[in-house]
């Protein structure tokens, strides 16, 4: 199995030292998407060859903003451990969380945020 890897996107300085000290310990790689790749498939970005899907490399795809994270190649206990450390190290709250999965392994990062931003506007109405 790859390594475990935690892809990141538009982090904050203090979140980003933060999540990178986690990963350091628990053997996470930590790898900051750039807004010129949100178009690319997110099985690319995580290193697994990839065909279709997405928007073809150059394509301009609309920028997001958001703090944004998916954790790949990450078991359940990896996973767990990893989140419990976000949890106990008082780190802001990211909302657009996913992880990596045959479903999403070939949408674009915008994609994926669209669809998570989507998810958590439901989940706050519903709270309501």
């Known amino acids: 199995m790859a390594q475990p890897l935690l892809l990141t996107y538009n982090l904050k300085a203090g979140t980003a030292a933060g999540l990178e000290a986690i990963c350091r310990a628990q053997g996470i790689r930590v790898r900051a998407v750039e807004p010129k790749e949100y178009g690319l498939p997110i099985g690319a970005l995580a290193g697994i060859p990839v065909k279709g899907g997405a928007s073809p490399s150059g394509t301009p795809v609309p920028p997001f903003h958001d703090e944004m994270l998916v954790m790949c190649h990450m078991l359940s206990g990896e996973l767990d451990a990893f989140l419990q450390a976000m949890r106990g190290q008082g780190l802001p709250r990211i909302a657009l969380k996913a992880v990596l999965t045959p479903v ?10 669209d669809e998570l ?10 709270n309501r």
């Open 117 to 126: 931003a989507r998810e958590h506007s439901e989940i706050q109405r519903r």
């Open 104 to 113: 999403n392994v070939l949408w674009s990062s915008t994609d994926l945020h």
